[in-house]
């Protein structure tokens, strides 16, 4: 799952997205509701933020673990700040510059296999963080999950968060997503629409196995259970659980798998 934008497209694709955080937060309200995040405000998804920036920024730059940012110091550090959005400011800039200020051969420690080098990988991995929150901001403005086409997320972007999620995430040994006991293994394409991109998963009671190419590469594979596409930001989205653009083709019983997905596949952060 090595990335596959540049260095600087996901420092912009950081910058991007803390601006659209930031202007929503303000119109829509500390106070308001994230329709994409049950039981948030604005005010939690600005402090969660902040504090995912902080906790990168520290193992960039080699802090001891032990005093790496939790969900819980970093709330009570934002919350005490006096000002929440200078506080998120402050900890995108800084994460920014540690990013630039970081040697090409950075050794640091990154939690998902085959990322790459750890540079790049943080680099990606906050610019997908900030970039889905900044979705959720947007929902928060506008009372409802923004369509694909709404949000300033381009068909690149989009795609390579896909990428990170489906060869980064899902095939992780604590993945939830499994057939059933009893179950017999199954395929599932998915299938960007406006750009030359899919991915084949292989879910079974084993670990899911992903593989990734275009659209004839992964289509090539053999007919496959399900098929799910959309444009590259639709599938972005709605594979994060925010959205529901996805065309799903394929029946894998009474439940279509991919409320299975929506139910089973829960990135956390700790």
Known sequence: ?????????????????????????????????????????????VLHLG???????????????????????????GLASGDVLEWFDDGMAHLLHVLASAPADLKAFFFLKDAGRPREAWARRQAHETTIHGVDAMAAR??????????????????????????????????????APGEPPLTVLVRATDIDRAWTLRVSADPVITTTGTRAQEEAH??????????????????????DE??????????????????DQRVQWT
């Open 1 to 45: 799952m090595p990335a596959s934008l540049s260095f600087a497209a996901y420092g912009e694709g950081i910058g991007n997205a803390s601006a659209v955080v930031r202007a929503n937060a303000v119109s829509a309200g500390l106070t308001a509701p994230v329709p994409s995040c049950p039981g948030w405000t604005v005010l939690d998804l």
């Open 51 to 77: 504090t995912a920036h902080r906790w990168a920024s520290a193992i960039i730059e080699g802090v001891p673990q032990d005093r790496w940012p939790t969900e819980k110091s970093g709330r009570a550090e």
């Open 142 to 179: 506008l009372g409802r999950v923004p369509t694909a086409s709404q949000t300033w997320v381009t068909a690149a972007l989009a795609a390579d968060g896909v990428d990170e999620l489906l060869t980064g995430f899902v095939p992780r040994k604590s993945g939830k997503l499994r057939t």
């Open 222 to 243: 053999g007919i496959p259970d399900v098929v799910w596409e959309g444009t590259a930001a639709a599938l972005y989205l709605g594979l994060w659980n925010r959205g």
């Open 246 to 263: 996805i065309t799903e083709i394929g029946e894998t019983g009474e439940r279509s798998f991919l409320d299975r997905w929506r139910t």
